[in-house]
């Protein structure tokens, strides 16, 4: 469990701001909340001696999705979890419509899915698959094709290509 210690500050006209340590070691993140951010960045700067991050609230307190391998289900399934993230938003594939059921890849390009794929070449995602079910949602391509589009984490239920 990830501790943080911060300080919250109103402003008068309700807005805050997290200052979040740019610090990217393992254990506890330090985190304060301020009202007036540009002078408080540049205050947390020479109190802390290194640069710090400014986030909106939701942010800066949202729980990163759980990483996880992907997993080889017992009917044969592939489970995979990616997440969109700042640096990458896409997941990365052409996909047709299969039997209005499921969503065929035709093609992986960069993107989410490229990415687990270098990170997991054993199981790799590749043209041809089938997706069946995204975030627990199956028997619907135009309601798998809305989850992927819109959800920020995709738990993936994908059944490989023999072929």
Do not use: Y
């Not at 909340?33 to 947390?44: R, Y």
């Not at 890849?105 to 199981?123: A, C, T, W, Y």
């Not at 995204?134 to 993936?156: K, R, Y």
Request: include cysteine; glycine fraction near 6%.
């Amino acid at each position: 469990m990830c501790a943080m210690l911060f300080a919250c500050c109103c402003s008068e006209d309700g807005t805050q701001e997290v200052i979040r340590d740019q610090r990217r070691s393992p254990g506890p993140r330090l985190v304060d909340v301020f009202h007036d951010p540009p002078a408080d960045k540049a205050l947390m700067r020479r109190k802390l001696g290194r640069d710090v991050e400014m986030l909106p609230l939701d942010q800066a307190f949202r729980t990163p999705p759980e990483v996880r391998p992907p997993e080889v289900r017992a009917d044969g399934t592939l489970a995979v979890r990616v997440a969109k993230d700042e640096a990458v938003r896409k997941i990365g594939l052409d996909i047709a419509n299969h039997s209005n059921v499921a969503l065929r890849i035709k093609k992986v390009k960069d993107g989410l899915v490229s990415l687990h794929n270098q990170r997991f070449p054993g199981m790799a995602i590749q043209a041809g698959d089938l997706i069946l079910e995204v975030n627990g949602c199956s028997g619907n391509a135009e309601q798998l094709l809305s989850t992927i589009a819109t959800a920020d984490c995709l738990d993936l239920v994908l059944r490989q290509d023999s072929v």
